[in-house]
Every structure is written in C-alpha cells, then in structure tokens.
C-alpha cells in the first residue's frame, strides 16, 4: 500500500470523525486528500469504490470551505450553506454505494439490484447538480478571480465524481436479472 494514501485515509477519518490530534499522520499531510486509489501504473479499477465517493465528497467540501473564507460575505454563506447539504446528503450516498457492492450475487441475479438504492443514488445526483449550477451562478459574482478560481477546480472534479457515479448507477441497472428479463419480456 502507498504511505501517502495510508495516511491520507488516516486523516480523513480523523476529520469526519472529528478525532482532534491524530497519532501517526504526518502534519503535511492533515488536510490533503490522495485521490489515488489504485498503484502507479496499474489498470484503473472498473468498480465504484465508496471509499473514493468519501474522499472525493471531502476534498469537495475543504477546498470549497477555502474559497468561501476568501468571498464576500454573503457568496461565502451561500457557498457554505451549500457545501454543509452536499455534506449531509453524502453520507446517505456513500451508504447506499457500499450496500449496492455488497449485494448477493445471487438475489442480483433473480432480483436484480436494490431499485430503492438505486433511486436514492438517482436523487442525489440530482441534487448534487443543482448545487453545482449553484455554485457555478456564484462563481460568476465572485470578485476577485482569485478566489472565483478557487471554486472551478472542485467543481470540475465533482462533475468527473457525478458521473462516475451515474455509470455506477447505469451499470446496475443494466444487470441481468432473470425475473426482470421474464417481466420485460411478458410486460412490455
């Protein structure tokens, strides 16, 4: 495992967790987050991790808090409100990732996946896309530019994360199930 991945988990567990003082994570690296999940030079993973979603969602929220401390007051509280429900709305998403990866292969296989995850994941892409059309309205008020840039590189990453999640939620979607397959075939 890479050290700085090691210890970049390490420290947001101890934020999320709200763990003060956390013992052998290196100060440089408090704050940071390693979006690296796989090995230099590996073939990138083709499943959804909710491990990353979490640190992805984090990096959202620090680099975000940063350019509202930096705005005027009022974008700065409205960029806040927004980064405090994305935050919220998180917590459901990553939950509903992992239990989606842990189903019986077996009830996927007859059932098809969970259509209520699914749809819970639906709503908070959603969501999440209205807070970045937001944010976007927001940035275009922010004066200085120095700060308006500060909020492009979160959202540019958030966007990448958005749709990683919606190939997660087609792919899903598109399993084989044999009842499904039975329905469409005497339904449709």
């Not at 969602?57 to 005027?72: C, N, T, V």
């Not at 709305?89 to 842990?102: P, R, W, Y």
């Not at 959603?126 to 976007?136: C, F, K, N, V, Y």
Request: aromatic share 8%; charged share 20%; with cysteine.
């Amino acid at each position: 495992m890479n050290k700085g991945f090691l210890c970049s988990v390490a420290a947001i567990f101890a934020a999320l967790s709200g763990v003060v003082g956390a013992q052998n994570v290196p100060a440089e690296s408090v704050g940071k987050v390693n979006l690296r999940v796989s090995a230099p030079g590996a073939p990138p993973k083709d499943d959804f991790y909710p491990l990353t979603h979490r640190q992805m969602a984090y990096y959202f929220a620090q680099s975000l808090q940063s350019a509202a401390d930096r705005s005027p007051a009022d974008i700065g509280e409205s960029i806040k409100s927004i980064v405090r429900a994305q935050s919220d709305a998180e917590a459901s998403t990553t939950a509903a990732i992992a239990q989606l990866q842990d189903e019986n292969n077996i009830k996927t296989f007859f059932l098809g996946a969970d259509q209520v995850k699914l749809e819970e994941l639906r709503t908070g892409v959603i969501l999440t896309r209205s807070r970045l059309e937001q944010l976007e309205r927001l940035q275009a008020e922010i004066r200085p530019e120095s700060a308006a840039a500060l909020i492009n590189a979160p959202i540019r990453e958030m966007e990448a994360e958005q749709g990683r999640l919606e190939a997660f939620i087609q792919k899903k979607e598109a399993q084989f199930s044999l009842f499904g397959w039975l329905a469409k075939l005497f339904f449709a």
